[in-house]
């Protein structure tokens, strides 16, 4: 397989549908719907393209996993909203 274009769909064997996100003659990196970013090796990699690339590349969603003082904030909250419930 050869670099294909960024925005271009592809129906892989294993991980299902996705966009390219980036390609070149040894890395084709992609953003499956179900299983998240995958990098392959291009001339190793085997899926099926499906139509036309677009004219202007989609923008991908990116995953943020929450933050350290985030999951903090949100733990304390709970406990405090706990012990609210077990004064009354």
Request: hydrophobic content about 40%.
């Amino acid at each position: 397989m050869q670099a294909m274009q960024e925005g271009q769909t592809i129906k892989h064997d294993v991980y299902g549908l996705g966009i390219v996100t980036a390609s070149d003659q040894e890395r084709t990196s992609v953003d499956f719907d179900d299983h998240g970013p995958k990098l392959f090796v291009t001339s190793m990699m085997t899926a099926e393209l499906i139509g036309e690339a677009p004219a202007t590349p989609p923008k991908t969603k990116r995953r943020r996993k929450a933050s350290t003082a985030a999951k903090a904030a949100k733990a304390a909250k709970k406990v405090a909203a706990a012990a609210a419930t077990s004064r009354s």
